[in-house]
């Protein structure tokens, strides 16, 4: 079995009560950082295959007038459409949940991008399902990516590709991991627009 088959079937082996405890403890430490402070829109993720689940994020950002963005997948390309969780939502062929509005996010709109993961280094690099939809999309983004996921999901190394997008930060149950100086000062300048 390979990195990707095994962290993924490690992650579905949760149990519900640890799958539970951990998007409390993740979704916590979200909410309780100067992430969300002065962004204009926040890419999502519509949690499968074992993903922490975000819905307790997106509930606040939406209470909170917040603007969000979600995947749809088409064919080889991803795109963010506006996402309202009140809204019902669509199954793509993959059985991943995704917005039903037609209506594109322009890139450069997308401050903060919380993206889901299968493993991460702690250099910041990120293994996802392997089709690199994210990669690709925020490629030439200056999007804050913050990946989302369980420690367990942390290895020493991943071989990395030119296309690779490495990642701003990494929250999982235990906490934040920070991996550029451009996350350090993200971080502290949302520090200072919540006074």
Known sequence: MNLR???????????SE???????????????SN????????????SSDGEVDLNPVIEKL?????KMAAPRIDEAKMSFMWFDPSETLVLNKWGIREPIAETCV????ITVALVPLVAFTDNGDRLGRGKGYYD???????????????DLQRVESLEQKA?????????????W???SRRAEAYLVLAAGNSE
């Open 5 to 15: 088959a095994r962290l993924r079937s490690a992650r579905r082996g949760l149990s």
């Open 18 to 32: 640890l799958q539970q405890a951990h998007t409390a403890a993740i979704c916590e430490h979200l909410l309780c």
């Open 35 to 46: 992430l969300f402070n002065s962004v204009t829109c926040v890419a999502v993720y519509l």
């Open 62 to 66: 939406h209470a909170g007038g917040i």
């Open 106 to 109: 322009p890139q450069t709109e």
């Open 136 to 150: 690709r999309y925020f490629k030439d983004s200056e999007a804050f990516l913050v990946g989302i996921g369980h």
């Open 163 to 175: 296309w690779d997008r490495r990642l701003d930060a990494v929250v999982t149950e235990s906490g």
């Open 177 to 179: 991991r920070v991996y």
